[in-house]
Every structure is written in structure tokens, then in C-alpha cells.
């Protein structure tokens, strides 16, 4: 008998939702199979069979679950399945409730509830917004879900004609980030400014060469990369029970802001010094399309030493990004600006500039460091 429990998605959440069960109560499974989807607060990730038997179910669609729970069992034969539970059985020790019949049954007036209707399956965090918000449950039937998820209910609460309006799930988790940040990291910040004509001119060369739609973005991950064995302080990671010592990265990790109207989502390029410039490109592509899609599973979201941060509006002139909890740098790109010059002759000419900016926990980082890692970054874009 194998136990499928429901394992650490990340580090925001608490709890998750059970969505869809992929496989039916009483199905063979073989190992690797997806047989459900648990719905974390910016992604859904599929749970795979870790054996090979009948699956039985413990928990309903619907359910909220966290790390550790019991979702299923997987009987391979050699032991019979667990009972499944009876509706009608008490689970704390009290008796059953009485029977429809029963006089006693209701005491308000009301009629007992259709056995063919039982409405919608409505999630505990979905529950609480409802009685928050005192939504009128006709409008939850109405939706005509078989199940109302949290994000059912935020969705019908921005159409209300209330003030207020609760944040969505994405914007949730961005706001407990950057609360989280702003509470236990003492950030500093630098800038500096970036000739960007030649970088500009080598993206475009080689976005022909390769065949693939190449910028300064991509450049500049491919850069951060490269630099991870000279800077490792950059991307080290604050060891949590002692904020003053620091866990050494293998690899660099780098995350790469995507929003494209959907939220805000963190894509993480792994071991992205062992990636070409053209592959970098290809997978921000691949994570834009996600976005739209709202696809990310948590794998793409998670284990970033180091984040990019992209303003590619044209008006953005400098930003100042959050140093994500367990790291220590976040680089930001802001959108190219035009500008009139001296050339070594003397002669005025225009040019493009971007500027870079680096956030950093100066517990581990100093000013100095920070300065000679952005050098070396528009160094590494122009070489």
C-alpha cells in the first residue's frame, strides 16, 4: 500500500486546493501517471502515481490540502484498499445527524436540503471570502461550477459595486513577497548607465544568425550567468535561522519577470550559464506564452538564486526592484532612452542608453561589489 501525500509545492503557501482528480476512485494507475491537480496560489501542478495498483481516493475535489496530508492510497494487492468513508458517519465522536424524517431534523422551519441538488462543493478559503463578504449564495449557484474555488469568488466580487475589492490570487502572492522583503531584508541600491547601441546592434546580428527574436533581456541573463563563479556573494542564499551566514549556489538560477497583463510571475532559468543565448530566448518565449496561458507549473517558478527584473516601457527612466526572500541581489533593465553625446573627437552624436540597477541585502553585499558586478555585467553585454 503506497501513500500519495501532498508535498511542499513552495514556500508562500500553507495550504493548496485538490482541483481535478485525473484518474477515477477504483482505477489502475502506473507509477508516473498524473492522477490529480492541486491549485497553489500562482500555479497548478499535476501529482504523479508513485506506484504501480488501484487508486483510492481520501480526499474530494474541492478539498483543501496541505503538505504532509493523505490525498490517496495505491493498493498493489497485497493489502486491501481503506474503507471508504460513510457519508453518515460522525468524524468527531458525535452522533450522526438525525434523518430527514426525523421531527427533531429541523427546528428552523426549513426543508431539508435536495439529495439531487446539493449545489456546488464550495472550498474552505472560498467559504471564508463568502462569509467576509456576505455574498448572496443564489450568485455562488449561479456561476454553475460544480466547484467555486477562492478565485471563483474574488472574480465575482469585482463585479460587486462594493469600494473595496480583494486582490487576486497572484497579486496576493506578489504583495506577501514584497511584504516579506520590505520587513527582513535591509536593501541598498545602484545604478549605472549603459551604452546600449552596440549591445543593441550585437542582439540583432545575432538574433539573424540564430533565427530567433534576440534583445537586451536575453543579453543581459546570459551575462548574469556568466558571472556567477566571480561574484558568488551575488547569489548566495540567506541561511534563515541565521540571517548573517549564507548558503554558497552550485549553479546560477535566474529568474526573469514576466507579466503580461495576467500578473506578475518569476520564471526561472536553471543553470542558465550553460545555456546559448538563442536558448534563453526561446524559453522567455515559451514563459511569456505560459503567462498569457496562465500555465506556469510551480517546477518554473521555483529555485531562482538571482532575479531580472524587466520596465520596458518607454518612459521608465530607473527602477527599484525587491530583493526576493532568500536571495541577495535583484537586477533591474529599464527601457532604452536617447541621448546627445561627445564622441572621443569631441563631435556631439546621439546614442541609446538603458540604465541598470541593482538591489542588494547589504548585510551580505557591499556598495563597492555591487558596483564592480554591474561593470562587469555591461562589460559581459558589449564585450
Known amino acids: 500500500m503506497t501513500e500519495l501525500r501532498v508535498p511542499k509545492l513552495n514556500n508562500n503557501d500553507t495550504e493548496y486546493l485538490l482541483v481535478e482528480w485525473l484518474a477515477e476512485d477504483g482505477a ?13 496560489s500562482k500555479a497548478a501542478e499535476e501529482l504523479m502515481a508513485e506506484a504501480d495498483g488501484v487508486l483510492r ?7 483543501t490540502c496541505r503538505p504532509g496530508d493523505v490525498i490517496a492510497h495505491i493498493s498493489d ?14 468524524t468527531d465522536g458525535s452522533a450522526p445527524p438525525p434523518a430527514a424524517d426525523d421531527p427533531g431534523a429541523a427546528t428552523d422551519g426549513s426543508a431539508p436540503p435536495s439529495a439531487a441538488d446539493p449545489g456546488p462543493i464550495v472550498t474552505a ?8 463578504h456576505g455574498v448572496d449564495p443564489a450568485r455562488i449557484r449561479a456561476l454553475g461550477k460544480k466547484v467555486i474555488k477562492r478565485a471563483d469568488v474574488l472574480a465575482l466580487l469585482e463585479t460587486g459595486t462594493g469600494d473595496a475589492q480583494p486582490l487576486p490570487p497572484v497579486q496576493r502572492a506578489v504583495a506577501a513577497a514584497v511584504t516579506r522583503s520590505h520587513q527582513t531584508i535591509p536593501a541598498a541600491f545602484t545604478a549605472v548607465k549603459l551604452d546600449a547601441g552596440p549591445a543593441i546592434a550585437r542582439a540583432r546580428a545575432l538574433g539573424k ?3 530567433a527574436l534576440i534583445g537586451l533581456p536575453e543579453l543581459l541573463v546570459a551575462a548574469v550567468a556568466s558571472l556567477h563563479g566571480q561574484f558568488p556573494m551575488c547569489f548566495a542564499e540567506p541561511v534563515a535561522a541565521d540571517p548573517l ?15 503580461v497583463g495576467n500578473g506578475l510571475y518569476v520564471p526561472v532559468l536553471r543553470d542558465a550559464d550553460r545555456l546559448s543565448v538563442k536558448e534563453i530566448a526561446e524559453r522567455l518565449t515559451a514563459y511569456r506564452t505560459k503567462a498569457a496561458q496562465g500555465a506556469f507549473r510551480e517546477d518554473d517558478l521555483a529555485g531562482g538564486n538571482i532575479v531580472v527584473t524587466l520596465h520596458t516601457d518607454t518612459a521608465v527612466l530607473l527602477a527599484v526592484p525587491i530583493v526576493f526572500p532568500g536571495q541577495t541581489c535583484a537586477l533591474s533593465l529599464c527601457a ?17 542608453t538603458v540604465t541598470l540597477g541593482l538591489a542588494f541585502d ?3 553585499v557591499n556598495g563597492r561589489e555591487a558596483a564592480m558586478f554591474l561593470n562587469a555585467i555591461r562589460k559581459a553585454i558589449t564585450p
Not at 494487492?77 to 460522525?90: E, K, N, R
Not at 478559503?125 to 463568502?130: H, Y
Not at 551566514?245 to 507579466?259: E, F
Open 336 to 352: 532604452p532612452q536617447h541621448e546627445f553625446a561627445l564622441d572621443p573627437a569631441g563631435n556631439v552624436v546621439k546614442r541609446t
Open 28 to 40: 489502475g494507475v502506473v507509477k508516473g501517471d498524473p492522477v490529480v491537480v492541486l491549485e497553489t
Open 362 to 364: 547589504h548585510r551580505l
Open 125 to 132: 478559503p472560498a467559504q471564508a471570502l463568502v462569509d467576509e
Open 209 to 211: 544568425e540564430v533565427r
Open 245 to 259: 551566514a549564507v548558503r554558497p549556489s552550485t549553479a546560477p538560477n535566474v529568474g526573469v519577470t514576466v507579466d
Open 57 to 63: 481516493r481520501t480526499a474530494e475535489t474541492g478539498a
Open 77 to 90: 494487492g497485497s493489502a486491501p484498499p481503506p474503507p471508504a468513508p460513510d457519508p453518515g458517519a460522525a
